[in-house]
């Protein structure tokens, strides 16, 4: 019975194909699958045969697949495939790489010498809001103390706590926006590729994905070390490197 073929992730190897075949050797798929090679022209597709019916889409699996895409980024410029993708045949795999020729090699290309990244920008939120509104006081002078309320009712004091919850949020974004403005100076010092999100959830004010060339890591640290000693109030927390799971832009056609 035919198998279907699961795929790793999509590399060019013209330069050291022997390199590659050593690595596969030495390697193994999800479920103890062997590995292989499909080419077409300048591309290769890393796959193992797998019965669909049978794959367990679990967490340990994918960490499994994972842990293909992470040996292969070691030693080959490639395109990390997402977890589950899988083809009937050898030949559908082989037209699927021609079909995307140029978006595949363009990609290659985009990330060849380069590892991924990732930054993320924690805080407390009540003692970060509480520090900026402290701060905010101070450089405009404006009292802590409440203004006298003309009476007491329920409606005055809902709209002074929903003014009150803008402020804050103004505070934030505005806080947020400009440590972003220096995150982005500092990766444009070396050269890197980021994809920058902000509040993502309450106590994640920045999520960063960045592309950089692989020689400078020590740069990296060094800027982020140096971001975290300007802003005590934050925690900078960097992983990687990793494969570029953030930077394939293009979709299979």
């Known amino acids: ?81 997402r977890f589950a993708s899988i083809m009937e045949s050898a030949d559908s795999i082989i037209k699927m790489l021609d079909r995307n020729n140029h978006n595949i090699l363009q990609n290659l290309h985009n990330v060849e010498n380069k590892y991924e990244y990732g930054l993320k920008i924690f805080c407390e939120p009540e003692k970060l809001m509480s520090e900026l509104s402290l701060k905010s006081e101070v450089t405009s002078g404006i009292s802590a103390t409440p203004a006298p309320r003309i009476n007491n009712s329920i409606y005055r004091e809902w709209v002074n706590n929903k003014l009150k919850e803008h402020k804050a949020e103004e505070l934030l974004v505005k806080y947020v926006d400009s440590v972003i403005a220096e995150i982005t100076l500092y990766l444009g010092r070396l050269n890197a590729v980021s994809k920058i999100k902000k509040m993502t959830t309450a106590t994640t004010i920045i999520d960063v994905a960045l592309l950089l060339d692989k020689t400078k890591k020590e740069a990296l640290v060094a800027s982020v070390e140096d971001l975290q000693n300007q802003h005590a109030a934050l925690t900078f927390v960097l992983t990687g490197p990793w494969p570029p799971y953030n930077f394939v832009e293009f979709t299979v056609k």
């Open 1 to 81: 019975m035919p198998m279907d073929k699961m795929i790793y992730s999509l590399l060019s190897v013209q330069r050291n194909p022997e390199k590659l075949h050593k690595l596969l050797v030495t390697m193994k798929g999800i479920a103890g699958a062997d590995l292989y090679e499909l080419s077409s022209d300048e591309i290769t597709a890393i796959v193992s045969d797998i019965n669909r019916a049978s794959l367990i889409t679990d967490r340990s699996t994918a960490i499994e697949f994972a842990g293909v895409i992470e040996i292969l980024s070691q030693q080959f410029a490639l395109l990390p495939v």
